[in-house]
């Protein structure tokens, strides 16, 4: 069993960013593909970016150039730094844990990300 607890979301002006982390449980974290996922008012959740055990990633067309994860194995910790944020980037924001990059197995409880003027 995996425990997920995502932190830094908040309210951030269009342009500006924000860091998002996600502390997980366990000792065997540096097996797990960590995902982030998100979840518009009114829209289906959707995958923002992936990076799995062995340190690959992948985005969503939507953030390719303004977002970028990242984990720290010894800190057993995940991370979406999020740059040049977009009114259309708010959302809930989620952090995953998967055996199979694909399949998440864990979530975390989300964290909220608005960007408003």
């Known amino acids: 069993q995996v425990q997920l607890v995502e932190s830094g979301g908040g309210l951030v002006q269009p342009g500006g960013s924000l860091r998002l982390s996600c502390a997980a449980s366990?000792?065997?974290?540096?097996?797990?593909?960590m995902g982030w996922y998100r979840q518009a008012p009114g829209k289906q959740r959707e995958l923002v970016a992936t990076i799995t055990s062995s340190g690959s990633t992948n985005y969503a067309d939507s953030v390719k150039g303004r977002f970028t994860i990242s984990r720290d194995n010894a800190k057993n910790t995940a991370y979406l730094q999020m740059n040049s944020l977009k009114p259309e980037d708010t959302a809930v924001y989620y952090c995953t844990a998967a055996v199979v990059v694909t399949l998440p197995r864990y979530w975390g409880q989300g964290t909220q990300v608005t960007v408003s003027s």
């Open positions: 366990g000792s065997l974290f540096s097996r797990y593909a």
